[in-house]
């Protein structure tokens, strides 16, 4: 397993919570990197994605404003900042490398998906 999400939690409403993932691969700076998650019974749903130097970013309407992606090239790491957290945050989050070299929403542009970190958020 090259990509491993860790950093869940149970928190109450309106706490914060900081995702990472760490990459054991030699390529990491190379990729654009992303952050799903899935709720029970649900889709995986797009979250944050960022380029593989930083500069860009995207946002699902549902967290931007609250959550900020970010990345350590140095460290192989990619970090979710979680604010302002509700109940319908609450999921299994996953990081993967866009395999398109884009920075996308894109579900099927992802791959090498990592072993997911629990997020419950308790009203």
């Known amino acids: 397993v090259q990509l491993q999400a860790s950093g869940g939690g149970l928190v109450q409403a309106g706490g914060s919570l900081r995702l990472s993932c760490s990459d054991s691969?030699?390529?990491?700076?190379?990729?654009?990197m992303g952050w799903f998650r899935q709720a029970p019974s649900s889709e995986r749903e797009f979250v944050a994605a960022?380029?593989?130097?930083?500069?860009?970013?995207h946002y699902a309407g549902s967290v931007k404003g609250r959550f900020t992606i970010s990345r350590d090239n140095a460290k192989n790491t990619v970090y979710l900042q979680m604010n302002s957290l509700k109940p319908e945050d609450t999921a299994v989050y996953y990081c993967?490398?866009?395999?398109?070299?884009?920075?996308?929403?894109?579900?099927?542009?992802?791959?090498?998906w990592g072993q997911g970190t629990q997020v419950t958020v308790s009203s």
């Open positions: 993967a490398r866009n395999v398109r070299h884009s920075v996308s929403a894109v579900l099927s542009e992802y791959g090498d």
């Open positions: 691969g030699r390529t990491f700076s190379s990729y654009n």
């Open positions: 960022i380029s593989w130097s930083g500069d860009t970013t």
